[in-house]
């Protein structure tokens, strides 16, 4: 049933982009209102520009962490009928979205990288570090494919870096305690930094990748914002 979503990621280059021409709006919508809600102790629910991120910094602080991040359960739901019009194969219900920080719900969240600002971009890794680091528990017979979605960037520097094809391969990678409590990965293969390459991917796609893909953020010079969430699919039968 899943042989077509499996080739997406288990083709050469461990991802493929696929046109999300009717989501961009709507998704965008629903992030601008999460934002809004988010920022309602700064005396004001009104988002109408996300360079909201870049003018005041405590809104930025106030979605540093992933839990301010996560959609609530309703807009998860709602985004995820967004995407199905374009991701047809999150139509089936035997789909489904990873619960990773247990809240009893299927978790989507965004990502926002301020211009200039190096800590704000992610570090080369591959997602199933991070399961085998301890985060999340996987439903057996299931494996795990991730869809990266880009809702604002500069499309002539794409933002979302990989190693083409090195889901094939083996990295050296150690962790480290984050600030949260919980293990993270550390990249420690530096001399493979130099076969990071951006996807070819701009506003109105999206990357759907092989959860053994080292990927990485790119320093950006304008602010980028994206929505990420991980699949659980049945194995082939």
Not at 102 to 125: A, K, M, T, W
């Amino acid at each position: 049933m899943y042989e077509k979503l499996f080739g997406l990621v288990d083709n050469d280059f461990g991802y493929t982009v696929i046109e999300m021409p009717t989501a961009i709006a709507p998704v965008r919508e629903v992030l601008r209102r999460h934002v809004s809600k988010g920022i309602e102790l700064f005396g004001t629910t009104d988002c109408v520009s996300f360079d909201c991120f870049v003018d005041d910094p405590r809104i930025f602080e106030r979605f540093r962490s992933k839990e301010n991040r996560i959609f609530s359960a309703q807009d998860s739901s709602e985004l995820r009928s967004y995407f199905a019009k374009d991701l047809a194969f999150l139509a089936s219900p035997e789909i489904l979205i990873s619960d990773e920080e247990s809240l009893g719900y299927e978790n989507i969240y965004f990502r926002c990288v301020r211009p200039n600002q190096g800590s704000d971009v992610g570090e080369p890794h591959a997602d199933k570090w991070f399961w085998d680091l301890g985060l999340g528990s996987m439903p057996p017979g299931h494996r795990r494919v991730k869809v990266w979605l880009p809702i604002q960037m500069d499309d002539a520097a794409p933002s979302f870096l990989v190693i083409p094809g090195s889901h094939r391969n083996q990295y050296a990678y150690g962790s480290r305690l984050g600030a949260d409590g919980k293990q993270r990965p550390v990249f420690l293969d530096d001399a493979s930094r130099r076969l990071l390459k951006p996807a070819p991917v701009r506003i109105g796609q999206a990357v759907v990748f092989h959860d053994e893909l080292i990927h990485a953020g790119r320093f950006t010079n304008s602010l980028r914002l994206s929505i990420e969430f991980t699949i659980i699919v049945p194995e082939r039968r």
